[in-house]
C-alpha cells in the first residue's frame, strides 16, 4: 500500500466506534484503530505487521482470502499472538484499496456484552441478546442488538428517558427511529400514560390544525361532532411526531406556541385547553440546513432539539444483522433459520433502507425459501434503479412496487405468485396484503397468468 492508501485506510478506520483491525492477504495486521487500543490496550504501532493468529494454516482469516465468503459469529481462537484468547463476536468483511488490493476488515465485540446460547441448526446459532440489550415489549418489537453502536444508543437512551425536555432523533429511512420514540415512552417518567404517534406527511395544511388540536361541532363542513386532538390524546404520555421535516411552513408557529404554553384551542372553539406532553421528534432531514433555506422555523428547531440523537445506520451496526435477521423472523411467526451461506450474504450488502428492508427482505425469503431453511439463494436484494439518488437517504423498496421489482431479483412475477399461493394456501385476500396491491388487481394478475 502506498503511503496515501494507508492514510486514506487508517482516517476511514477512525469513523468506526467498535474496535476494528484490517487484514491483509499474506495474513498480516495491516492496521487498527484507536477504539482497539482503548479497549484492549495495544497500540497500533506494535499490531502492524503481526501475524493475524498464533497458528493461521486453518484460520478463519486463510479461509477468507480462499473463498472470499464474509462471516460472523462467536470465536474463541484465532486472535493476534500474545492476544487475550477468550470468547468474541466477530464479524468479518471485504475491504479493497483505491488500487482495488482485497484486505479483511474485522470487527469485534467481547463475549462479556455479547454472550449468548448457541442453539438449534442455525450453522452460526440462534443468537439469545441478554435482556440488557433488548427491549422486550409490544411497544419496543425490534429495539435488539449487541453492537458497541446499539449498546452506545441504547445507554444513551436510557438515560435521557428519565428526563422532560424535548428529544429529536435524526436517522436515515428505515432505521428504528419509531421503535426508539417507543423505547423512550416506555422508560419514562410518562410510561403509564400513552404515547400517541403523528405522521407529519400526513399533515396538510387543511388538517394540521383539526388533527392536533381538534375541533369542536360545526366548526367546518362535515364536522358534525367535536374531536379531540392528538395533544389532548396524549396528556400525561408522550406526543411523537415523525417526519417532522415535513410539517407545512405555516402551521410550525401553532406548534411553537403550544410547545411553549401547553395551551390551545380546538378548530372553531373558544375555551383555553392545557395538556401536558412529552414530546419527541423523529427525521431524516437536515432540520439545520432547512432552517438556513427558509424551510423549517429556527425557534421551532430550537425548541425541538434540546436533546438530539443520532440512530446509527444498518450498515454501521452489522454485527446486530444475524441477530436482527432471527428475531425478526421469530416476531413475524416464522420457524424458518437462516444459513450461514445466507447470513454471509446479508452481511454484503450495505442495506441503504435499514433495519426496514431487511424486514421486507426477509419477508421475501420465507416466501421462497421450499422449507424452513432459507439460503443464500433465497435471498433476494431489491435494487433500486435511480443511481441518482443520495445512498445515505435511499429508502428500502416500497411494497407497492414489490411485483414491478421482481425481475430484478432475477425472479418472475408469475413465480413469486405461484409461491404465494403455496404460502397462503390460496388465501386471496393475505395474498394481495402481501403484495399491497387490490384484490381486484390480484385476480387479473392470477387470470393473466393462468393461476386460477
Same mark, same amino acid.
Given at each position: 500500500?502506498?503511503? !496515501?492508501?494507508?492514510?486514506?485506510?487508517?482516517?476511514?478506520?477512525?469513523?468506526?466506534?467498535?474496535?476494528?483491525?484490517?487484514?491483509?492477504?499474506? *495474513?498480516?495486521?495491516?492496521?487498527?484503530?484507536?477504539?482497539?487500543?482503548?479497549?484492549?490496550?495495544?497500540?497500533?504501532?506494535?499490531?502492524?505487521?503481526?501475524? /493475524?493468529?498464533?497458528?493461521?494454516?486453518? /484460520? +478463519?482469516?486463510?479461509?477468507? &482470502?480462499?473463498?472470499?465468503?464474509?462471516? $460472523?459469529?462467536?470465536?474463541?481462537?484465532?486472535?493476534?499472538?500474545?492476544?487475550?484468547?477468550?470468547?468474541?463476536?466477530?464479524?468479518?468483511? #471485504?475491504?479493497?484499496?483505491?488500487?482495488?488490493?482485497?484486505?479483511?476488515?474485522?470487527?469485534?465485540?467481547?463475549?462479556?456484552?455479547?454472550?449468548?446460547?448457541?442453539?438449534?441448526? !442455525?450453522?452460526?446459532?440462534?443468537?439469545?441478546?441478554?435482556?440488557?440489550?433488548?427491549?422486550?415489549?409490544?411497544?419496543?418489537?425490534?429495539?435488539?442488538? %449487541?453492537?458497541? $453502536?446499539?449498546?452506545?444508543?441504547?445507554?444513551?437512551?436510557?438515560?435521557?428517558?428519565?428526563?422532560?425536555?424535548? %428529544?429529536? =432523533?435524526?436517522?436515515?429511512?428505515?432505521?428504528?427511529?419509531?421503535?426508539?420514540?417507543?423505547?423512550?415512552?416506555?422508560?419514562?417518567?410518562?410510561?403509564?400514560?400513552?404515547?400517541?404517534?403523528?405522521?407529519?406527511?400526513?399533515?396538510?395544511? #387543511?388538517? /394540521?390544525?383539526?388533527?392536533?388540536?381538534?375541533?369542536?361541532?360545526?366548526?367546518?363542513?362535515?364536522?358534525?361532532?367535536?374531536?379531540?386532538?392528538?395533544?389532548?390524546?396524549?396528556?400525561?404520555?408522550? *406526543?411523537?411526531?415523525?417526519?417532522?421535516?415535513?410539517?407545512?411552513?405555516?402551521?410550525?408557529?401553532?406548534? =411553537?406556541?403550544?410547545?411553549?404554553?401547553?395551551? &390551545?384551542?380546538?378548530?372553531?372553539?373558544?375555551?383555553?385547553?392545557?395538556?401536558?406532553? +412529552?414530546?419527541? /421528534?423523529?427525521?431524516?432531514?437536515?432540520?439545520?440546513?432547512?432552517?438556513?433555506?427558509?424551510? &423549517?422555523?429556527?425557534?421551532?428547531?430550537?425548541?425541538?432539539?434540546? *436533546?438530539?440523537?443520532?440512530?446509527?445506520? =444498518?450498515?454501521?451496526?452489522?454485527?446486530?444483522?444475524?441477530?436482527?435477521?432471527?428475531?425478526?423472523?421469530?416476531?413475524?411467526?416464522?420457524?424458518?433459520?437462516?444459513?450461514?451461506?445466507?447470513?454471509?450474504?446479508?452481511?454484503?450488502?450495505?442495506?441503504?433502507?435499514? @433495519?426496514?428492508? *431487511?424486514?421486507?427482505?426477509?419477508?421475501?425469503?420465507?416466501?421462497? $425459501?421450499?422449507?424452513?431453511?432459507?439460503?443464500?439463494?433465497? @435471498?433476494?436484494?431489491? +435494487?433500486?434503479?435511480?443511481?441518482?439518488?443520495?445512498?445515505?437517504?435511499?429508502?428500502?423498496?416500497?411494497?407497492?412496487?414489490?411485483?414491478?421489482?421482481?425481475?430484478?431479483?432475477?425472479?418472475?412475477?408469475?413465480?413469486?405468485?405461484?409461491?404465494?399461493?403455496?404460502?397462503?394456501?390460496?388465501?386471496?385476500?393475505?395474498?394481495?396484503?402481501?403484495?399491497? %396491491?387490490?384484490?381486484?388487481?390480484?385476480? +387479473?394478475?392470477?387470470?393473466?397468468?393462468? !393461476?386460477?
Amino acid at each position: 500500500m502506498t503511503i !496515501l492508501n494507508v492514510f486514506a485506510l487508517q482516517s476511514w478506520l477512525e469513523t468506526h466506534d467498535s474496535p476494528f483491525l484490517v487484514i491483509a492477504d499474506n *495474513l498480516t495486521i495491516v492496521a487498527v484503530n484507536s477504539a482497539w487500543e482503548t479497549a484492549y490496550g495495544f497500540s497500533g504501532a506494535r499490531m502492524v505487521g503481526k501475524p /493475524c493468529c498464533a497458528k493461521n494454516q486453518h /484460520c +478463519r482469516h486463510r479461509r477468507f &482470502f480462499e473463498a472470499h465468503k464474509a462471516y $460472523a459469529g462467536f470465536f474463541s481462537e484465532g486472535m493476534p499472538v500474545g492476544y487475550d484468547q477468550h470468547e468474541y463476536w466477530i464479524t468479518g468483511y #471485504s475491504l479493497k484499496d483505491v488500487a482495488g488490493q482485497l484486505f479483511l476488515g474485522e470487527s469485534l465485540v467481547d463475549a462479556k456484552y455479547a454472550k449468548s446460547a448457541v442453539v438449534g441448526s !442455525l450453522p452460526l446459532g440462534k443468537v439469545v441478546v441478554p435482556a440488557k440489550f433488548m427491549a422486550l415489549n409490544e411497544a419496543n418489537p425490534y429495539m435488539i442488538g %449487541i453492537s458497541p $453502536a446499539f449498546v452506545k444508543l441504547h445507554a444513551k437512551l436510557q438515560q435521557i428517558a428519565k428526563t422532560n425536555v424535548p %428529544i429529536l =432523533l435524526r436517522g436515515e429511512t428505515g432505521t428504528g427511529k419509531e421503535v426508539a420514540a417507543k423505547f423512550i415512552h416506555a422508560q419514562s417518567n410518562q410510561a403509564k400514560a400513552d404515547i400517541i404517534v403523528v405522521d407529519c406527511t400526513l399533515l396538510t395544511e #387543511s388538517l /394540521c390544525e383539526s388533527e392536533l388540536f381538534g375541533h369542536e361541532k360545526g366548526a367546518f363542513t362535515n364536522a358534525m361532532t367535536a374531536k379531540q386532538g392528538l395533544f389532548e390524546l396524549a396528556h400525561n404520555g408522550t *406526543l411523537f411526531l415523525d417526519e417532522i421535516g415535513e410539517l407545512p411552513l405555516s402551521q410550525q408557529p401553532k406548534l =411553537l406556541r403550544a410547545l411553549e404554553s401547553g395551551q &390551545f384551542r380546538r378548530v372553531g372553539g373558544t375555551k383555553m385547553l392545557t395538556s401536558n406532553v +412529552r414530546v419527541v /421528534c423523529a427525521t431524516h432531514r437536515q432540520l439545520g440546513e432547512m432552517v438556513k433555506d427558509g424551510l &423549517f422555523r429556527e425557534d421551532l428547531f430550537y425548541r425541538l432539539s434540546v *436533546l438530539s440523537v443520532e440512530i446509527p445506520p =444498518l450498515r454501521e451496526r452489522k454485527q446486530d444483522l444475524p441477530v436482527l435477521a432471527n428475531y425478526l423472523l421469530q416476531q413475524e411467526g416464522h420457524a424458518h433459520f437462516l444459513t450461514q451461506s445466507a447470513v454471509a450474504k446479508l452481511l454484503q450488502h450495505s442495506w441503504p433502507g435499514n @433495519i426496514r428492508e *431487511l424486514k421486507n427482505c426477509l419477508q421475501l425469503a420465507v416466501a421462497m $425459501a421450499g422449507n424452513k431453511q432459507i439460503d443464500k439463494e433465497d @435471498i433476494h436484494i431489491l +435494487r433500486r434503479r435511480a443511481r441518482s439518488l443520495d445512498r445515505e437517504h435511499v429508502e428500502a423498496m416500497p411494497q407497492a412496487h414489490f411485483t414491478q421489482s421482481l425481475t430484478v431479483a432475477g425472479l418472475s412475477e408469475k413465480e413469486v405468485i405461484s409461491h404465494l399461493i403455496t404460502k397462503f394456501q390460496g388465501n386471496r385476500k393475505l395474498m394481495a396484503a402481501e403484495m399491497n %396491491i387490490s384484490e381486484r388487481t390480484l385476480y +387479473r394478475k392470477l387470470s393473466r397468468f393462468a !393461476l386460477t
